[in-house]
């Protein structure tokens, strides 16, 4: 599978829509700061591929962008199988997949949720998940995605690194030399082996198999247990019968004495309860009088009050009436003088107006002389910028005719000229590498000529000198006189590469010509030098702009120049003026003039409001005088009023004045007082509630009701534990408990047997299945070979490699002394991490179609040397593999990927921002 592009919304960092892509074949990198989003795209990425669109588990809703509810959504553009594909999935809220194909040049749905799902794990070679998965569900990209943190996106299963599931693994078994057989007797074995233990066991969980032999007598001893239970449960129900027999006749004894106690205390208590209940009465019929004389007594009280409070407020609206008549006379003297201070105001501020009428006018006429004078300004103006407009054309017409007639190469012919430059510059750096590094020492003064370099030299050489010349496949040394050296080299390599140099230099030249330049950096310059023209013709065009500004164009200042002439002679008429008397006026003080209307408006304004102060005081001092008037009006009704409740109080009493009231109240309440003293006598009395013998007898008598209710309760106990004791020995429970622990024991002995039996035949078949794996164990010589080469490349030391049946490597053998990788350096480590998948990445290539591997930060602990042949693998390596080099530090890497497949996180995301 081949990626090509990576969109996401709603997903961790990126909020909002963001795309990485068109990605290369080979080697591409991404790169940015920490927290730019790298991890997170690849994240996003395995989510998309592995992930059920369904799953809700706490690794997808870690997806969603911080304090949001948003759902994460994830498009993926590959290729496989030459077929281009489309994969779009929602999670979360309205979770959704669909699978497209490109056909016919349009994408095409081709399979959607559950089957899109499917679809894409198939393709991957990797196991059905359904939520999240961990890395078990990857396939392929188990061992070619090297991940910092594997557990940011799949749960690491514990077993390394980089092991290979088991469908990848046959699949690399297929295409490695070395493939055997144990022969058909093996088989035959394995092949009965088997049937036995899938008469036992699941064949891929090995838990007991449904409706095996196992299975049946494992639930027949259950059912068996349950039963045994049963019947034990059912014999400790009779005996516990048998013990609440003999309890309940013992409580119905002691429940026979303690009834004849309560009877003797009932007996003893009903004619003390007798007397009680008459004094009762007695004061319950004196709280009657007593309730009556405090009524009487208070409702007398009330009366006398009320008379008092109406004799008071009688006598406050009185008062207040004699102060309401002197305010009222005040009011209106103020009333009569407020007045003939109005209309003396009224009369100034006529006067007032008048003087304002006059000084707006002059300023009306003066504003007009001002606007004709700025109007034949502007149109003096407007016939200047116009000229400034004509000359400016002129010039702006040349420009274009010079800027027509420059040479100017597009951006793509640019960046394909340094594409060029540095594919010849790469070529040159391999070849220096792999083509012949030619050296010669001259042992005297001697002429020299080189030939088969990128250019032929000729030097003269001094004793003792040396002088190095690089060539690719072939090279010629000339010493006239002496000798005639022809070096060539047997690889295929420096050939390919010098014949790759020349096809690089020839399309690089073919590129320059038509624009007569010797470089990208000329043609660039020819660009600039466009540019700059265009720039010129661009300062022009703004001076014409700022010439006719705030208008647009001349056409618009001509229009404009129109409008101006118009309005100055209507401007004109108006004022029965000519040009020249306009020329001869001057321009007006308008200062003067609105200064003389300001104090006029002033003077007008403080007339003004000096009438409405006086009108507002007259208005104030009217309502005063009314709302006197309607006070007075209401302190007589209210005098009134008072004065009639006093009245009617002393006539519902029948009394002559209130002295009389007074004396009919204080004796209401020697009578209360004395009832009251006679219901406090009749109480003390009463006895306590302690003491009470209504009390002791009724609680007496509900001692012989529960007594009764609890004899009822153990009779009918007792005919329940005599039916189950009698039921018990009609049914034989314990001879049905003997005969299931009988049958229980037997059915024991046969599910010993028939385990014996299943674990004989569970153990056969993992015996022979570790012979097939011994047998097969070890066949990866190419692959081995493949990973000790590179490997010997960059450390730079003599090394091979064992690898185990989980195509991991066992162990790393140096000077015939096996090591375990783990005691390797950190360094070393990922080195042989990197070459391991790199390795099963080619050999799967090469016979499966180009894969995706994915380097995030993957050589942390790399030194600048071996970093550098590292960089010479990931080139070859890019020919099988599409490698993905999330970094936060290209420099690293600069040189090795294509200007075209590097993309700069940072800026990316500044251009979306």
């Avoid at 594997?150 to 070395?178: F, K, N, Y």
């Avoid at 597009?410 to 510059?425: C, I, K, N, T």
């Avoid at 004109?572 to 020249?580: A, P, Q």
Wanted: charged share 35%; hydrophobic share 35%; aromatic share 4%.
């Amino acid at each position: 599978m081949v990626l090509r592009s990576i969109t996401v919304s709603g997903v961790k960092c990126f909020r909002d829509e963001f795309s990485v892509g068109r990605f290369g074949d080979g080697l591409n990198m991404v790169f940015g700061g920490n927290e730019i989003g790298k991890s997170t795209l690849v994240e996003a990425t395995a989510r998309a591929l592995f992930d059920d669109y369904r799953s809700t588990g706490e690794e997808i809703r870690d997806l969603q962008p911080w304090e949001t509810t948003l759902a994460p959504e994830i498009t993926l553009e590959f290729e496989a199988g030459g077929d281009a594909y489309r994969l779009r999935k929602r999670l979360l809220s309205g979770p959704e997949c669909v699978l497209s194909r490109m056909e016919s040049g349009a994408w095409r749905a081709l399979h959607e949720r559950d089957g899109a799902d499917e679809f894409v794990r198939r393709l991957l070679h990797g196991e059905g998940s359904h939520g999240a998965s961990d890395l078990r569900h990857w396939g392929l990209a188990r061992m070619l995605w090297s991940l910092r943190d594997p557990s940011m996106i799949g749960r690491d299963d514990g077993a390394g690194a980089c092991r290979v599931s088991t469908a990848v693994a046959e699949q690399l078994r297929q295409v490695l030399p070395g493939a055997a057989t144990m022969g058909t007797a093996y088989d035959a074995v394995m092949s009965a082996v088997e049937g036995r233990y899938a008469e036992h066991f699941q064949p891929k969980r090995g838990g007991p198999k449904k409706g095996s032999r196992l299975q049946s007598l494992a639930e027949a001893i259950e059912a068996l247990e349950d039963d045994r239970r049963e019947a034990e449960a059912a014999l400790a129900e009779v005996e516990q019968a048998a013990t609440r027999l003999e309890q309940i006749h013992a409580d119905l004894s002691r429940l026979a004495e303690e009834r004849e106690r309560e009877q003797q205390s009932v007996d003893r208590y009903r004619d003390a309860a007798e007397q009680v209940g008459k004094l009762r009465d007695e004061v319950e019929t004196l709280e009657e009088q007593a309730e009556q004389a405090e009524r009487e007594h208070a409702s007398l009280a009330r009366d006398l009050e009320r008379y008092e409070e109406a004799e008071e407020a009688a006598g406050a609206c009185r008062e207040q009436l004699e102060d309401v008549a002197g305010q009222l006379q005040e009011t209106s003297a103020g009333l009569g003088v407020a007045r003939g201070m109005a209309d003396n105001s009224e009369r100034r501020l006529q006067e007032a107006r008048e003087l304002r009428r006059r000084a707006s006018g002059s300023l009306e006429r003066a504003e007009s002389v001002d606007e004709a004078l700025r109007l034949s300004d502007e149109a003096s103006g407007l016939d200047d910028a116009l000229q400034r407009i004509a000359a400016l054309t002129d010039e702006i017409d040349e420009q274009r005719e010079a800027l027509e007639a420059m040479l100017r190469p597009s951006e793509e012919q640019v960046a394909e000229a340094h594409g060029l430059e540095d594919r010849v510059a790469q070529l040159r750096g391999e070849l220096a590498v792999a083509g012949l590094q030619v050296s010669v020492e001259a042992l005297r003064d001697q002429q020299a000529r080189l030939a088969g370099g990128e250019t032929d030299q000729e030097t003269q050489l001094h004793a003792g000198e040396t002088f190095s010349y690089a060539a690719g496949a072939e090279a010629e040394i000339e010493l006239p006189e002496v000798a005639r050296i022809l070096v060539r080299s047997g690889a295929r390599e420096p050939a390919e590469l010098q014949d790759q140099l020349e096809e690089a230099r020839e399309s690089l030249q073919g590129l320059l010509a038509p624009f007569a330049a010797d470089s990208s950096a000329a043609m660039q310059d020819l660009r600039i030098d466009h540019r700059t023209a265009t720039e010129r013709l661009e300062r022009l065009e703004a001076q014409v702009a700022e010439a006719a500004a705030p208008l647009d164009d001349a056409d618009q200042l001509r229009n404009r120049r129109a409008e101006v002439r118009l309005q100055l002679t209507g401007l004109l008429n108006r004022l029965d003026m000519s040009t020249d008397e306009l020329d001869e006026e001057g321009t007006p003080d308008l200062d003067h003039l609105r200064r003389e209307l300001k104090n006029a408006q002033a003077e007008e304004d403080r007339f003004g409001q000096e009438l409405e102060d006086c009108r507002r005081r007259v208005d104030e001092l009217t309502e005063a005088r009314n709302g006197l008037q309607q006070r007075q009006a209401a302190l007589e009704g209210d005098r009134g009023v008072h004065t009639g409740t006093m009245t009617t109080t002393l006539a519902t009493r029948d009394c002559e004045d209130v002295a009389e009231l007074q004396a009919k109240t204080e004796a209401a309440a020697v009578r209360s007082e004395q009832v009251c003293a006679t219901l406090a006598d009749r109480r003390g009395e009463l006895p306590s509630d302690a003491e009470d013998p209504e009390r002791l007898m009724a609680t007496a008598q509900a001692a012989l009701d529960d007594i009764a209710e609890r004899e009822r309760e153990l009779r009918d106990g007792q005919v329940v534990a005599q039916h189950l004791i009698a039921q018990a020995q009609t049914e034989g429970r314990y001879e049905r408990l003997a005969e299931i622990e009988q049958t229980l024991a037997t059915t024991r002995a046969e599910l010993k047997r028939v385990w014996r039996e299943a674990q004989a035949a569970k153990l056969l078949r993992a015996i022979l299945g570790q012979r097939r794996k011994d047998a097969v164990g070890g066949q990866l010589p190419g692959l081995a070979e493949s990973v000790a080469r590179m490997l010997r490349h960059i450390t730079g030391r003599e090394r091979s490699v064992h690898m185990g049946e989980d195509m991991a490597v066992a162990e790393v053998i140096e000077r015939e002394a096996p090591h375990d990788p783990n005691d390797l350096s950190s360094g070393t480590r990922e080195q042989l991490d990197l070459v391991t998948r790199i390795a099963l990445g080619e050999t799967y290539a090469q016979h499966y179609g180009r894969t995706m591997m994915v380097l995030d930060d993957a050589l942390l602990y790399t030194d600048p040397r071996r970093h550098d042949r590292i960089k010479q693998i990931l080139q070859r390596a890019a020919n099988l593999l599409q490698i993905f080099i999330l970094t936060s530090h290209p420099d690293r890497y600069r040189g090795i990927v294509p200007r075209e497949c590097q993309f700069d996180m940072e800026a990316m995301r500044s251009r979306t921002a």
